[in-house]
């Protein structure tokens, strides 16, 4: 049974995240206007639990854990446990939970006589005021939080807009002062200074940009101007443009990005463009290559919410007998399961996959499938494995090799700099032995690399 005590030192940790010296103001709109304060968990609760020890504890100060018996860190008489050992998301992870019970599952802590007593007046007077519910978790693929390019302070848009017409009016162009202020302000920022820019000298900042610069670093810098809000729906649209489509665009972005943010992307298109996304990508793409692109693009990912280890099995067998065993392939099982299922529960069914069939599902799309499908397949399952590690094999690859795709090394660039660029640089240096920024320097030049070099952040 989970015990008092260890449901009081739960709350307590809980509580610790939320608390500012040892006070708690919880607004209860619900019950009564206005703000009540609480005293913490830390006061009420250190008091109850400096005698309750975990096994292994019984020992003197700095004595092994395995002498003792236990399985906590060395330590003296009485020490409390560490219940908050993650950064500010959820109860305590499942190693701290189990560490907390002895080998038959109950647990070993010891509580005072009193506590029961305490507990009741306590919760009676205060917790249900607070109203603990589950704690909010962050889906693994919006976790979101690392990217190279942040908001710059102090900012000021008025003088960015004048240094930048003073950068580029008259004969030639200061290129380095161009560079180094679109670079280091986010991009609301930008916007803010188009806006100044506009108002102070009448004139169209990002006109002014393609009129002064040329090439790769007018692309790069023009990109940076675009509202990140539209930037993927006008990466779509011009790859769907004209004579031809761009498939890498289209499985880049549609296997990436996460079901709100395709929702996102169709609407924007719709808004910008008065045409249906889904539409102008079924008149350019065919068979099932199509299919799985409009899987994606209804954006119905099943969300994280828990994994049936039964449907694991179950997929995990239908992928096999749907490639491996079957004589062709049947690709459907395949879109079906690839578009649909969730990301934790697809990590589940790539182990369920490997422990069955005896390879990684990346061998066997690679073997059963070919062409714009197969990369659209191994973009998603890459994606679903990891979005920083796809990203950055996206950029290894646009740089390597005789020449660089610019096209696809801006795009990456600019559209992950606020998002998980440091991430990306992290996976870079992991799977391919040398840094982001060491590559970009090897394979760029001019004013196109000091942009990019700023962008990237730094070395690793």
Not at 126 to 145: D, H, Q, V
Request: charged share 25%; glycine share 8%.
């Amino acid at each position: 049974m989970y015990s008092n005590q260890c449901f009081l030192r739960d709350v307590n940790a809980r509580c610790l995240q939320l608390c500012v010296k040892e006070e708690l103001e919880v607004h209860c709109a619900s019950r009564s206007p206005g703000k009540q304060v609480v005293t913490s968990w830390f006061t009420f609760a250190k008091k109850q639990s400096t005698n309750a020890t975990l096994p292994g504890h019984h020992r003197k100060g700095g004595e092994s854990r395995h002498a003792a018996g236990g399985t906590r860190p060395a330590g003296g008489p009485g020490r409390r446990p560490r219940l908050a050992g993650r950064l500010g998301w959820g109860w305590p992870g499942p190693r701290v939970r189990q560490e907390r019970r002895g080998r038959n599952g109950t647990s070993s802590l010891s509580a005072p006589a009193s506590l029961g007593a305490s507990l009741g007046a306590y919760l009676g007077a205060c917790l249900w005021r607070l109203e603990l519910g589950p704690t909010r978790r962050i889906p693994e693929m919006a976790k979101y939080t690392r990217g190279t390019v942040t908001a710059f302070a102090p900012f000021d848009a008025r003088a960015d807009a004048e240094s930048l017409r003073k950068a580029m009016k008259g004969m030639g162009t200061d290129e380095e002062t161009v560079l180094t202020i679109l670079t280091t302000r986010n991009n609301a920022q930008r916007q803010e200074i188009a806006s100044a820019f506009k108002t102070l000298f009448g004139r169209d900042l990002v006109d002014d940009l393609k009129s002064e610069l040329t090439g790769k670093f007018e692309a790069l810098m023009v990109s940076l101007m675009r509202p990140a809000y539209i930037f993927d729906a006008h990466a779509l649209k011009h790859a769907i443009k004209g004579a031809g489509t761009n498939e890498k665009v289209l499985t880049e972005i549609l296997a990436s990005r996460t079901p709100a943010e395709v929702q996102n992307i169709k609407q924007v298109y719709q808004q910008e463009y008065e045409a249906s996304l889904e539409d102008k990508i079924t008149g350019e793409t065919s068979g099932h290559f199509q299919r799985l692109l409009v899987v994606l693009l209804q954006a119905n990912r099943d969300p994280d919410v828990g994994v049936d280890e039964a449907l694991v099995e179950q997929d995990a067998q239908v992928l096999f007998r749907a490639g491996e065993l079957k004589w062709g392939t049947d690709e459907e099982k395949f879109i079906t399961i690839l578009g649909t299922r969730s990301v934790s529960h697809l990590r589940r069914v790539f182990d369920k996959y490997m422990t069955i069939s005896g390879f990684q599902i990346e061998e066997t799309i690679d073997r059963e499938t070919s062409g714009d499908l197969e990369k659209l397949l191994l973009a998603v399952v890459k994606c679903i494995r990891s979005v920083p590690a796809y990203f950055a094999e996206t950029l290894y690859y646009s740089m390597k090799g005789a020449g660089t795709d610019d096209d696809t090394l801006i795009r990456v660039m600019v559209s992950r700099s606020e998002v998980d660029l440091l991430d990306i640089r992290q996976e870079f240096r992991k799977n391919f032995a040398k840094s982001l920024y060491q590559m970009i320097q090897k394979d760029t030049s001019g004013d196109y690399r000091k942009a990019l070099l700023l962008l990237c952040g730094g070395d690793d």
